[in-house]
């Protein structure tokens, strides 16, 4: 159908005086593709890139991989929406403004989206939205990650073995903590002596998820001991001192 050239003029004069493409097409009554078409009639979407798994032009920060990548093994999820997107969204506690900055800024690094933040009862949700989120979190799937078996891709355990750090960094920083520990000793002459050392402390429902910690722990050398059931400690000093040089506490 074609259009009264006055609506064209209209438009053009209403786009010339600042208003965006929504509101002229919403007061000319017709829809934005055909806007556009009178507007900038050259004009083309660029295309956007992919990623670094589905586009051999795009390179990666493999580092910021790895650490992303623990972070959503340790409390991260993806949700599916129209059109092939997926939002990412990875969970902060509020007290960790550090963390939460550090988070945007590697999530944003990699997707190249905008980042969101959303207030959630005692923590952050950091979420973007990306049609290429699934081709870098092939674990992916239905159900809780603890109900399921995980297990890194070859190129994956690849990458983290070349930046074991900052996975397992991203893991701390996720599902972890650095606390203090104290220990009761009775002496011979009844006294009780309390002995308080500094720990790490990773956990995790998913076993799988606890030995993606633990190999990485050995390939470092870091000696852990599981307390229970979710729990795996580091405790040696020489490793929280390790440990301390890449993690730290939580800020």
Known sequence: MTRPLHDIERALALHR?????CEVARRIGVPRSTLRAWVAPNYHRMPRPGCFRCDIEVTCDSENYVYLLGLYLGDG?????PRGVWRLRIFQDNRYVDLIEIC???MGGISGCRVQLVQKIGCIEVAAYWKHWIHLFP????GAKHTRRIRLQTWQQGMVTANPKAFLAGLIHSDGCRSNN????????AAVRRYVYPRYQFTNASNDIRGLFTDTCDLLGVRWTQTNARNVAVSRRADVEFFDTFIGQKS
């Open 182 to 189: 104290m220990i009761k000793h009775r002496t011979s002459d």
């Open 139 to 142: 674990q992916h799937a239905p």
């Open 77 to 81: 999820s993806l949700a599916a929406y």
């Open 104 to 106: 945007v800024k590697v």
């Open 17 to 21: 005086l600042g208003f965006n493409h």
